[in-house]
């Protein structure tokens, strides 16, 4: 008996771990045995026809390649503005407090929550309509919150030395900033960025009421018109379609597409992170 | 450039990454005043009492009905199943993790872990619809396993990375004497992490668990996928339900613009925006603690 | 009652000084009236144990403490009769006339040309100046002979001595009239040390250098005056020969023999 203790108590802790790998496993292994047969070159470069039970996804594809970039647009810039102005310039304030309590806070808020916000505010409030711009605006806030957090954290790890370095010859707090701090940090950004980003391509909470739609049939997206996105594409062929069991292999296709896309992002996240660790 | 030019430009800069720390304060002041202007909208037409005691959520009958109690016991139902799996085995795995595993096997389990989190919660959703939920239908020999169960499960996959990355993190800082004064006076591995290790990360572990709690709470697309959504006064686990999240999700889209249903859901979505809220502070209070005993 | 050895030097004998200057952080008082005259073209070593204030009262003549939110500064600070604190100069501008050389080597992750190329650059000098600038500030740094043949190659991959006279050539290149440096050599090993303090040396002829340094011998060998500080305050300063072999204050004394610090 004493000799088996330690073993099971080892196993609990190794059942734990291997129960988290067997869910990834399920669901790689789910995804893509059933996904799989269903990819085909035709398959994303084609429209959906038939009444969606056939062809392809390429407007979903674009479009969720198109809400990216915008939610990109949106919350890089405002992000890293907003990082550097608390990790360079704020002082222990109540107001500094505040800022990032609120950053806290809105990485906490339901994405719905989001979506209900984008709905009252730049579909309504500023009459931008059910558009692909107001749901770009939406994810870009929802983005927000992280490209700050994980940008004030690269931020941090660059040395006061480098910066000192700068200023020692002249140059302005923002010249430091530019030349050198956000050179440095880059990585760190990068890294942050993308993975924020590969997250708001599978979102779909918060683009249900400000401007996804179920089909189009004009692929190439504008800023004011619906789109098409993969992960809405698989939500309506799984649970709204008239013929679920129909255009299952679709929505596997769909879904495993969506996951590529997705862990691509990932990839290239820690592609950078792990060639920066390397160079230094 | 002249000095007195590149001055100028250092201060306007400077505004405006101060004009962009503001905004984020102004966006969480946007989302709170929208929830709190609605629902005033939706309290002046519904008393708040029936709102919070009434056990019918029939927005779309001949005579309405918004009581929020069948979405938030829906909720609170799918957030304790899913907590209740997650919980032990996060633990357990950052346990594993932080006490057991080698630095190799380390350099697997944490992309694994990392991957995990990256699955889009619509694929989850999707999952528990054409794996979970025939499982499930086959054991109870429903007819769908769209039920609460297969919610709390779907959300346990997804809340599993949160814990187990911020328990690890508190685990691996509590300090290597802890242990070794453990081992000093004889207790083997196993003893050392349930008495000494495990509560001196309490407060960490806590918040590990909030911020986990947080996620499922506000999750959409997985309970609306995978719990079948009946607004009926939820039964059980083995049930259907309808979480606040999934019934702002299927009604919106439906309701016409400033009518009470409008207004009901923006009042459901403060009282979400409330319990995340609390959750999120409880959670900071405990990683606040953490930090405070480690740095002591 | 502390700088109490001070004898008023005649006014231009004097590039920079403190003026009864109190530095606190937060609450804590790290510096405690302290009055310095620094003469021009020569070396003057600040000694003393950690945390005696030294190194922060180096910093405060670039106003490197401008970025550190707690920093309270009293008294003046001056360059040439100039106060470098009541807004008749900017940050940008002290810096460009007092410059810095680091504890640790901190080259830009830029090639070692761009590394001096840069200062210039913000600082508005023309371009068809800037090489020539560049290989007289190698030179002045002793190093162009080392690194002439690998101008692109990135700053980060040198050696951390050639990395420090690096440094030091990028501060030169902009000809300050001040060069400060805090511990310069303490990252370094003896032969590059060595090289560093042959080149303060030969620096001084063109500039007025403030050296902190743990090192007693460093302070020996480089500098022609020598402060002593404890707790900060200055306990006393002179010429560095009288105060290692003639200590006034018994404090001084027993620092400089190595029995506390």
């Known amino acids: 008996m004493k000799k088996l203790t330690p073993l099971i108590e080892w196993g609990t802790l190794l059942f734990c771990t291997g129960m988290v790998c067997f869910f990834l496993v399920v669901i790689l292994w789910d995804l893509i045995s059933k996904g799989a047969p269903s990819l085909s070159w035709e398959f994303v470069t084609s429209l959906p026809s038939e009444g969606m039970t056939k062809g392809g996804i390429l407007p979903a594809i674009i479009g969720t390649v198109l809400l990216t970039m915008i939610t990109a647009l949106v919350s890089v810039p405002f992000g890293i503005s907003c990082a550097i102005y608390l990790n360079e310039y704020a002082k222990d304030t109540w107001l500094t407090r505040l800022i990032r309590a609120s950053i806290r806070n809105l990485a906490g808020v339901p994405s719905i929550i989001y979506g209900l916000f984008g709905l009252a505010l730049f579909v309504q409030g500023l009459q931008m309509g059910t558009s692909l711009i107001s749901a770009g605006l939406t994810l870009g806030l929802l983005s927000l919150p992280y490209v700050i957090i994980t940008t004030e954290e690269a931020l941090r790890r660059i040395p006061a030395s480098t910066r000192e370095a700068a200023l020692a010859i002249g140059a302005t707090q923002f010249e430091s900033i530019r030349d050198v701090v956000l050179p440095s940090a880059l990585p760190g950004i990068l890294t942050g960025v993308v993975l924020t980003l590969s997250r708001a391509a599978g979102e779909t909470a918060p683009i249900l009421f400000t401007g996804v739609a179920f089909y189009i049939n004009n692929p190439t997206g504008f800023l004011n018109q619906e789109f098409m996105s993969l992960p809405y594409h698989l939500y309506m062929l799984s649970t709204q379609h008239q013929a679920i069991e129909e255009v299952r292999p679709l929505a596997y296709g769909t879904a495993l597409v969506l996951i590529i896309v997705v862990f691509l992002l990932n990839l290239t996240a820690f592609y950078v992170r792990y060639k920066h660790s390397k160079d230094e | ?296 | 009652m502390c700088g109490i050895n001070t004898v008023k030097m005649n006014n231009d004998l004097v590039k920079l000084s403190a003026e009864s200057v109190n530095l606190w952080f937060g609450s804590k008082q790290v510096l405690k009236n302290i009055n310095i005259d620094f003469a021009p073209n020569q070396v003057t070593a600040l000694i003393g144990p950690s945390g005696c204030g030294k190194s922060t009262l180096l910093r405060a003549f670039n106003r490197m403490h401008d970025l550190s939110p707690d920093a309270r500064i009293e008294g003046k600070l001056v360059l040439e009769g100039q106060d470098l604190y009541d807004g008749h100069f900017s940050a940008t501008q002290v810096r460009r006339r007092i410059g810095m050389v680091f504890q640790k080597a901190n080259p830009f992750p830029k090639s070692i040309y761009e590394n001096i190329n840069y200062g210039l650059k913000i600082n508005d000098i023309p371009k068809a100046e800037r090489k020539g600038i560049i290989e007289n500030a190698l030179k002045e740094s002793y190093i162009w002979d080392e690194l002439k043949t690998e101008l692109d190659k990135p700053a980060t991959r040198l050696s951390g001595g050639q990395q420090q006279r690096l440094c030091i050539a990028r501060a030169v290149a902009l000809r300050p009239e001040v060069i400060l440096m805090d511990e310069p050599c303490s990252a370094l090993d003896p032969l590059s040390t060595l090289k560093i303090e042959e080149l303060i040396v030969k620096l001084k002829k063109d500039y007025t250098i403030v050296i902190v340094t743990h090192n007693m011998q460093q302070a020996q060998r480089v500098a022609d005056k020598t402060v002593f500080m404890y707790l900060g305050e200055v306990i006393e300063e002179g010429e560095t020969k009288e105060l290692f072999n003639n200590p006034k204050n018994e404090l001084t004394g027993n620092y400089v023999k190595g029995r506390f610090g």
């Open chain 2, 1 to 296: 450039m002249k000095l007195a030019a590149r001055e100028k430009i250092d201060d306007a800069v400077k505004l405006l990454f101060r004009t962009t720390g503001l905004l984020v304060i102004a966006i969480l002041g946007g989302i709170f005043f929208m929830l709190i202007w609605n629902s005033v909208a939706f309290f002046l037409k519904i008393k708040p009492l029936d709102f919070i005691t009434g056990t019918q959520w029939n927005p779309s009958g001949s005579n309405a009905e918004y009581g929020i109690l069948p979405l938030l016991v829906s909720t609170c139902l799918v957030t304790l199943g899913a907590m209740t799996i997650a919980i032990p085995l996060g633990i357990g795995t950052a346990a594993f993790l932080s006490e057991y595993a080698g630095k190799r096997l380390k350099s697997i389990l944490k992309p694994v872990i990392e991957m995990l989190a990256a699955v889009p919660s619509v694929a989850i959703g999707f999952l528990g619809i054409v794996i979970l939920g025939p499982g499930i239908a086959e054991l109870t020999g429903q007819s769908n396993g769209l039920n609460a169960l297969n919610g709390a499960i779907l959300l346990a996959v997804m809340a599993l990375p949160t814990i187990i990355t911020v328990t690890e993190d508190a685990l691996h800082g509590v300090p290597q004497s802890y242990r070794e004064a453990s081992y000093g006076v004889g207790a083997n591995k196993w003893q050392t992490l349930i008495r000494v290790t495990i509560p001196a990360a309490a407060p960490g572990i806590l918040a590990a668990v909030m911020l986990g709690v947080g996620r499922a709470i506000g999750e959409t697309m997985t309970v609306l996928m995978a719990t079948g959504n009946a607004s009926a006064f939820p039964k059980g686990f083995f049930h259907s339900v309808r979480t606040i999240t999934a019934t702002i999700a299927i009604e919106m889209g439906e309701v016409p613009y400033q009518t009470t249903h409008y207004y009901a859901l923006f009042a459901i979505a403060a009282v979400l925006f409330l319990i995340t809220l609390a959750v999120n502070l409880i959670g900071e209070y405990f990683v606040n603690k953490f930090r405070k005993y480690q740095a002591a």
